[in-house]
C-alpha cells in the first residue's frame, strides 16, 4: 500500500528524471554538433538507423523515432545530398523506396559513433564500471518501455 511519502517521494523522483533526461537531450543535441559538423543528431540517428536494418523506408525511420514524415523527409534528403544514403526501389510496391547506406555513409556513421564513444568515454571516467553496467541497463529497461 502506498503512503503519501512514497507516492510523493515516487513524483518527485519521476520529475527528476524528467528534468535530467530534457537536460542530457538538449546537450546532446549540442555536443552532437560538436563531435560531428557534418551531422545534426536527428541525421546521425537515421543514419545508424539505416545502416542497423540494412536498408528501411522513409515510414520506419518516421514510426521509429516518433518523427513527422516531413522532418524525415528533410533529413533524409540532406544525407543524400552528403553522398550517404541512396533510395532503391522496392521491388514489392514500387511507389516505395528503400533506404541504404553508401560507403561514404557507413565511414560517417562509423566516425561520428566513435566520437560519441570518446565523448561518453572521457565523461564516465570518474565512474566505476558497476555503476556504468547498472546505467546502461536501467537506460535499455527505460527506453524499452
Known amino acids: 500500500m502506498n503512503t503519501g511519502s512514497s507516492v510523493t517521494s515516487r513524483r518527485a523522483a519521476i520529475q527528476s528524471i524528467q528534468r535530467e533526461l530534457t537536460a542530457f537531450s538538449r546537450r546532446a543535441r549540442g555536443r552532437a554538433a560538436e563531435l ?23 515510414v520506419d525511420i518516421a514510426e521509429h ?34 533506404l541504404r547506406a553508401t560507403p561514404a555513409g557507413r565511414q560517417a556513421a562509423k566516425e561520428a559513433e566513435q566520437a560519441r564513444l570518446t565523448a561518453f568515454t572521457d565523461h564516465l571516467h570518474r565512474w566505476d564500471d558497476a555503476d556504468i553496467a547498472t546505467f546502461a541497463a536501467y537506460l535499455m529497461r527505460f527506453n524499452a518501455s
Open 65 to 98: 523515432f516518433a518523427l513527422d514524415k516531413s522532418t524525415v523527409s528533410r533529413q533524409v534528403a540532406a544525407l543524400e545530398k552528403l553522398g550517404y544514403l541512396v533510395r532503391e526501389v522496392d521491388p514489392a510496391n514500387r511507389r516505395n523506396y528503400t
Open 36 to 58: 560531428y559538423p557534418l551531422l545534426s543528431l536527428v541525421s546521425a540517428s537515421i543514419l545508424d538507423l539505416v545502416i542497423e536494418r540494412d536498408g528501411c523506408l522513409s
